[in-house]
């Protein structure tokens, strides 16, 4: 007599059909806990459907365990948090053990994370490449300590509550993209950014939003030179910034400075390589400026602007499209230009449709 068969003789693309004829992912889990062959079978079913795991309500947390053991070499971001669960630490223990080829993180951190957090990253700082984390509390952010150890890191963003622990970014020498944002809107931080990036050669993007930038007396870092992105919102800069002429990409929404004239330097002597400009700032450009800046940002394909506190009149726009000109744009190549300022965009609407050359700007408005 033949031995009886079963289900777990059945080849994969077999088994594959029955984990997808189950509706519910907690009775695929189930099954794939039933025999070894099953757990291989539900791992083949998912193959890259957990490649990026952000873990919820459809299982419990030893459930998700279950899950991540069987799929855990195919897991290589792993987000935790964004639906306003708290830090669980069978998850968490479960990834670090689990996922060989985790390679980021990005956690939004309430006030029950700040032991696990930490030790969650030390577990897995050998394969992690970017980390986010968004803090979501307000505590000490003495987490960046466990961050500072993952020093082949080449992304972090740290959303959070900015104080003196923030310098132990400076140990990321291999950093190439940083985001530092000050959670807190009613106040601005000093933070000696241009201490921070001292050691980071390697960095081609940096955001600050909401931060004060001091001054440092130290040489800066090489890195400036070599930077293609720069934002720097709701910041308020008291001090002059390295040279960024490689920039192609620079935002200055919500921007205040009290050296005089400064804002405009800095686009003038770093904008020949300028692709997009996201520009409003406190001293707002002046008329003159505005044509200045034009000139000095020829390559400049986008440009976000409120246009506020200038007067518009038809010779004005007359001389911005002949800037344009100038400048190399063409009907196939124009500039999107957004205007902020709605009366703003109504006025040089009017204006441009009477002059000469008048689609080699694309016109749009927003309210954001």
């Given amino acids: 007599m033949e031995n009886p068969r079963t289900i777990t003789d059945l080849p994969f693309e077999i088994l594959d059909l029955v984990f997808k004829n189950l509706f519910y992912l907690k009775c695929k889990v189930n099954l794939s806990q039933a025999h070894e062959k099953l757990g291989k079978a539900f791992a083949f079913h998912c193959r890259n459907k957990f490649r990026r795991l952000s873990t919820g309500s459809q299982l419990k947390p030893k459930m998700w365990a279950m899950l991540i053991k069987e799929c855990g070499p195919s897991i290589e971001e792993f987000v935790y948090g964004d639906l306003g669960y708290s830090w669980n630490d069978t998850i968490a223990d479960a990834v670090a053990t689990h996922c060989p080829n985790l390679k980021t993180v990005s956690i939004v951190l309430y006030r029950s994370g700040r032991e696990g957090v930490p030790a969650f990253l030390m577990k897995v700082k050998n394969s992690l490449k970017s980390v986010t984390l968004d803090q979501q509390d307000h505590f000490p ?3 960046l300590t466990a961050v500072s150890e993952i020093t082949q890191l080449k992304t972090l963003s740290f959303k959070g509550y900015v104080d003196e622990n923030v310098y132990q970014i400076q140990n990321l020498v291999a950093l190439e993209k940083l985001t530092i944002e000050n959670h807190y809107y009613l106040r601005k931080p000093s933070v000696n950014l241009l201490k921070i990036c001292a050691p980071l050669s390697n960095l ?3 955001s600050a939003i909401n931060i004060k930038i001091i001054p440092f007396d130290e040489p800066c870092s090489v890195m400036w030179g070599g930077l293609k992105s720069l934002k720097l919102i709701r910041c308020e800069v008291c001090t002059e910034l390295p040279d960024c002429q490689e920039l192609t990409y620079l935002d200055i929404d919500g921007l205040s400075c009290q050296i005089e004239g400064y804002v405009l330097r800095f686009i003038l002597k770093n904008g020949g390589n300028l ?3 996201y520009e409003s700032c ?4 002046k008329a003159d400026e505005f044509h200045q800046l034009l000139r000095g940002c020829p390559k400049l394909r986008y440009f976000y602007t409120p246009m506020e506190y200038i007067k518009l009149y038809l010779d ?3 001389t911005i499209v002949e800037i344009l000109v100038h400048n190399g744009v063409s009907r196939e190549d124009p500039l999107e ?5 709605r009366i703003k965009w109504k006025w040089f609407r009017r204006l441009l449709l009477r002059t000469t050359n ?3 700007i694309d016109l749009y408005v927003t309210t954001e």
């Fill in 141 to 143: 952010s003495t987490f």
């Fill in 204 to 206: 081609k993007e940096l």
């Fill in 275 to 277: 692709k997009e400009l």
């Fill in 282 to 285: 406190e001293p707002p450009i």
């Fill in 316 to 318: 004005y726009v007359s």
């Fill in 337 to 341: 230009l957004v205007i902020t300022r």
């Fill in 358 to 360: 008048a689609e080699l």
